[in-house]
């Protein structure tokens, strides 16, 4: 959408692979793949530090300044590597 308020061409999106990841309060995470949604395998606690990476290093602030955001918006700069090159949640953190 903002490509398009932009008067910029719009980008392809597939997510790959299609996953999800619910925060269940006190009682962990859980992590699903596939349009399925079928429980990740993964250690115990892995949910629990993937949700909390993609809420403090994944998802960004919004842009401070009117400059800024056009150029957050701009898909054609590269903000972060593709997802399938994101790092594994930090090491050591605990749920």
């Known amino acids: ?3 398009k308020l932009l008067g910029l061409p719009p980008a392809r999106f597939a ?3 299609y996953a999800t990841c619910l925060a269940l309060g006190s009682a962990g995470a859980v992590s699903t793949i596939g349009r399925e949604r079928a429980l990740r395998q993964a250690p ?3 949910a629990k530090a993937l949700k909390r990476e993609i809420d403090e290093t ?6 401070d300044g009117a ?3 056009p150029r ?11 997802v399938a090159d994101a790092p594994a949640p930090s090491a050591g953190r605990t749920a």
């Open 1 to 3: 959408m903002a490509a």
């Open 15 to 17: 997510p790959a692979p």
């Open 44 to 46: 115990a606690g892995f």
């Open 58 to 63: 994944w998802i960004r602030p919004p842009a």
């Open 67 to 69: 400059d800024a955001f």
């Open 72 to 82: 957050l918006a701009d898909f054609r700069v590269s903000q972060r590597g593709p």
